[in-house]
């Protein structure tokens, strides 16, 4: 079993949708988590980070966290073109252990 | 603001040479990083190290070895080149000052012919 599994699409969604991207991880010990963007190319940069139970906002983008079921998402409304990217969810676990998802590609069709 | 900073960015190399992939960072964070990211794929962790002086392995060490002989500096050894090793290379690093939040380098693009 993975320690953090995302879909890995593509996933296609018209300009203005919101967009919808998810991921499970397998160790309950596991303290924050993360959502990284990744455009070809380049570097994973931070988007959310999110480390309770709820949902957190951050201006176009929303993510979620339910620890009971191992569970963690990422929201992004009035999805725009520049947000075409793959997206890597990450865990944090004891020791500052990182794992990440093998990314969830996305494109914002204008 | 310089961050994670990692040399070269890209870099050709013949079966059975070795190199080194540097790494410093100017936050002062404990924790630090290396991993591979093949086409298409996720990033595996290579190795890592909680401090200077402490390095342990990751996910896929085999043909890479690292040293942490101070805060900021993380180089990444290959030895004897092979063309599985073709890959980008991400050092970063992190620490509770930041939330734990990782932080990563631009990557170095490495071809092994």
């Known amino acids: 079993q993975k320690e953090v599994e995302q879909n890995s699409g593509p996933l296609s969604v018209p300009e203005g949708a919101i967009a919808s991207l998810n991921c499970t991880y397998s160790?309950?010990?596991?303290?924050?988590f993360f959502w990284y963007r990744q455009y070809s190319g380049k570097s994973p940069e931070l988007i959310m980070s999110?480390?309770?139970?709820g949902d957190k906002e951050d201006g176009r983008f929303t993510a979620q966290l339910n620890k009971a079921s191992q569970y963690v998402s990422l929201l992004i409304r009035d999805s725009q073109p520049s947000d075409s990217a793959t997206y890597l969810c990450?865990?944090?676990?004891?020791?500052?252990?990182?794992?990440f998802g093998t990314g969830t590609s996305l494109t914002v069709i204008p | 603001n310089a961050g994670v900073t990692q040399t070269p960015k890209f870099r050709i190399l013949k079966i059975g040479q070795s190199m080194t992939l540097q790494c410093t960072q100017d936050m002062n964070h404990n924790y630090m990083y290396w991993y591979r990211q093949d086409p298409g794929m996720g990033l595996k962790l290579i190795y890592y190290?909680?401090?200077?002086?402490?390095?342990d392995k990751g996910e896929v060490p085999n043909g890479y070895n690292v040293s942490r002989s101070t805060t900021e500096d993380f180089p990444l050894r290959l030895e004897l080149a092979a063309p599985s090793q073709t890959s980008v290379y991400f050092c970063a690093s992190t620490d509770k000052s930041s939330g734990n939040t990782i932080y990563f380098g631009e990557g170095s693009w490495l071809t092994v012919v």
């Open positions: 990450a865990v944090n676990q004891r020791g500052n252990q990182f794992y």
């Open positions: 190290s909680v401090g200077a002086g402490i390095t």
């Open positions: 160790d309950r010990g596991s303290q924050s």
């Open positions: 999110i480390y309770s139970n």
